[in-house]
């Protein structure tokens, strides 16, 4: 394919992107603009993917970081043959198309994670590039390869200026993670302006600071892009960072390297004047040419080629490797073990439940082995380290432990991208307080469907002597508030089990396990419910009396042992109930038949205990209701002292309760 070809392409794709933008009166056409020259070299001649199967297990992974130019891959899958057609092109940002204003995974085929909060897509492929070489290292022979594929990443200025980029590119240079290529589109233009206003980095530096291949080029030259895309797929031990000086807007006449393109349409007559510049046709809207079609049709070919010669090597593994191939189908369809519940450990001894929950995993392990994950840098904390198992590090990616370090967000962004790949049930874990470090990828992770497992230890003010930096308060009622995140925070050890065989079930979003520092009471399941019960999301723990309650006491994690002391003491006289409400979300998806039999409308006092903020707890107590939780910060000292300060002892539930019984 000659330079001719590769222009002509760039151009039409330029041509595609100033269309779609126009029509939508919205979008940012100046990246893919500058971006298109390089894109086209990549889509043409280095990626490896099929279309006609956009899940092909060993396809090149591309992620667009920078998310606002959607048009430039937008263009490119239509082009390359996936079912995007060119009327969804012409649909772009409009209600129902498959176009929407940032590429979103699941929605449009071809697109591999959701971008766009600059920075995610970067982190998210350090995840996607990692899970490439743990997954080679468990299922490669020396006679047969099944996994070989590389990560392919665009980013802009906006991407390298958010922090969440240097956590991961410091990691996966560490890790050296020589299949992963991160094309920088270095037009040095921001919304504001020039990117002088606020930054002067030495890109090279920076890179060559965090042990990558550093390559510079002129974004525009085919040569240039050709060789160095080239040199990074020849690259063993370190991941490239190709830095493409561009010129956002190319070819447009009056709006090239100007602030003004990167956010609004063009206008009609820059387009025109500009589809002059480019050789396209002036009066003609989203113009593709059969020439073009026939390039990327060819590619198309090559890359269903290849995917069969993959499925023809698979069949041969799995006659030679049928046990190593067994494993291979039950990680990639996420296909767990039949009673999870038969080999989770017994609890009887007081245990904090991040303690319980470490004894869990090394059970899950034995059964689970697509369950891996770490922490940032507090594994011996959150009791997350899988004995016997290993740890992923420079050219060691058999393990099943990774470290993170103390890069919260790029662990929660890797997670993301190790849970895409395909083949893992990733967890992450830190101090819950630091969720707020993270959050942008939970989020994302909540709009993906991800089924990624955070664990959140220390989970209150409990904490004690760390004082109020490290004691969350508002951090549960902010996450309740994330649509699609199911959030468990078990009352003991039993529950915990049942907690981690929710969340391994649960395959449509992201589970967020909440876990104690301190030591809880086990509950007897001889004389209580089954812990299992904690799937309905709330359930009735212990009752003095049966029929109506007079009083009921709702308790969420190390305050539902507090309920329940307090309820025994209430007991005389009065018919009382406790129920320990581990989630919200199972709760609410449960028919209204059961949620009235565990609250019944007809029993207005109810008391929430949860150490936290009371914020949402009105849904459940009602208007006659009240909640012991927490509307300040916490405080450096003892957890007894505190639990006293802030009233979350027996004495003062009681006083409550009492109060209410009265009125």
């Known amino acids: 394919m000659s330079n001719k070809d590769f222009a002509l392409a760039a151009n039409v794709i330029r041509g595609l992107a100033m269309d779609g933008v126009q029509a939508a009166n919205s979008g940012h056409p100046g990246m893919p603009m500058g971006a298109a020259d390089y894109a086209t070299v990549l889509f043409l001649k280095y990626m490896n993917s099929n279309p006609s199967d956009p899940a092909w297990p060993d396809r090149d992974r591309f992620v667009l970081s920078a998310g606002h130019g959607a048009m430039l891959i937008y263009s490119l899958l239509h ?112 919304i504001e302006g020039s990117t002088d206003l606020a930054c002067s980095d030495d890109v090279r530096k920076r890179f060559e600071g965090y042990g990558w291949n550093v390559i510079d080029i002129d974004g525009h030259n085919f040569e240039q892009i050709d060789s160095a895309l080239a040199a990074a797929g020849q690259e063993k031990t370190r991941p490239t960072v190709i830095v493409a000086r561009s010129h956002i807007a190319h070819g447009s006449p009056n709006l090239h390297d100007t602030a003004k393109a990167h956010g609004e349409p063009l206008g009609a007559d820059e387009i025109k004047a500009s589809k002059k510049n480019l050789g396209l046709p002036e009066d003609q ?79 899950l392990a034995k059964a689970v082995p697509a369950l891996i994950g770490g922490s940032a840098d507090l594994a011996p904390s959150t009791k997350t380290m899988l004995s016997d198992s290993g740890s992923v590090g420079p050219n060691s990616f058999g393990g099943r432990n990774l470290h993170f370090g103390i890069r919260e967000h790029a662990m929660g962004a890797m997670l993301n991208g190790l849970a895409l790949h395909g083949g893992f049930r990733p967890y992450g874990a830190t101090f819950f307080v630091f969720l707020d470090y993270c959050r942008p990828a939970v989020r994302l992770s909540a709009i993906m469907g991800l089924p990624v497992i955070y664990i959140f230890t220390h989970d209150s003010f409990y904490v004690g002597e760390d004082g109020p930096t490290h004691e969350p308060v ?94 025994k003491l209430l007991a005389a006289g009065k018919k009382v109930r406790v129920v320990s409400m581990p989630s919200w979300e199972l709760f609410e998806k449960q028919p209204q038949s059961y949620k009235d039999s565990v609250l019944p409308p007809a029993c207005s006092a109810r008391l929430a205990v949860e150490a936290g903020s009371p914020m949402g707890w009105e849904r459940y107590v009602g208007p006659k209701g009240r909640v012991i939780a927490m509307n300040r910060f916490g405080a450096s000292a003892p957890c007894n002292i505190l639990a006293e300060k802030f009233g979350f002892t027996v004495n003062n539930v009681v006083a409550i309760a009492r109060e209410m019984l009265a009125g």
Request: charged share 20%; hydrophobic share 40%.
């Open 474 to 567: 508002e951090q549960l009622a902010s996450l309740r508030c994330i649509p699609n995140v199911l959030t468990l925070r078990p009352a003991d050890a039993t529950e915990t089990a049942a907690a981690w065989i929710a969340a391994l079930q649960h395959k449509t979003g992201p589970t967020v396990l909440l876990l104690t520092r301190q030591n809880l009471p086990v509950f007897d399941r001889k004389q209580y419910p089954p812990a299992s019960m904690l799937e309905k999301g709330a359930y009735v723990l212990w009752e003095s009396a049966a029929g109506l309650p007079d009083l009921v006491l709702i308790g969420t994690g190390s305050e539902v042992s507090l309920a329940m002391d307090a309820a």
């Open 79 to 190: 082009l390359s043959g996936y079912d995007l057609t060119l009327d969804e092109l012409k649909a772009f940002r409009q209600w129902g198309s498959r176009t929407p204003g940032h590429p979103e995974y699941g929605h449009t085929p071809g697109v591999e994670t959701t971008t766009g909060p600059l920075g995610q897509g970067c982190a998210t492929a350090v995840g996607l590039a990692l899970a490439e070489r743990m997954l080679a290292e468990r299922f490669n022979t020396p006679d047969m390869t099944l996994v070989d594929n590389r990560t392919y990443v665009i980013c802009g200025d906006g991407d390298l200026m958010e922090g969440i980029s240097h956590e991961a590119f410091s990691l996966a240079g560490h890790l050296k993670l020589s299949k992963l290529t991160l094309i920088y589109d270095s037009n040095r233009i921001s």
């Open 285 to 363: 809207s989203f113009y593709v040419p059969p020439a073009v079609y026939a390039m990327f049709e060819q590619r198309k070919r090559e890359g269903a080629a290849k995917a069969a010669a993959w499925s023809k090597t698979f069949a041969a593994y799995k006659v030679k490797y049928p046990d190593k191939a067994a494993v291979w189908e039950q990680t990639l369809a996420g296909t767990l073990p039949g009673d999870l519940a038969a080999i989770m450990p017994e609890f009887s001894k007081p245990i904090a439940t991040r303690a319980a929950s470490g004894m869990v995993m090394q059970k």
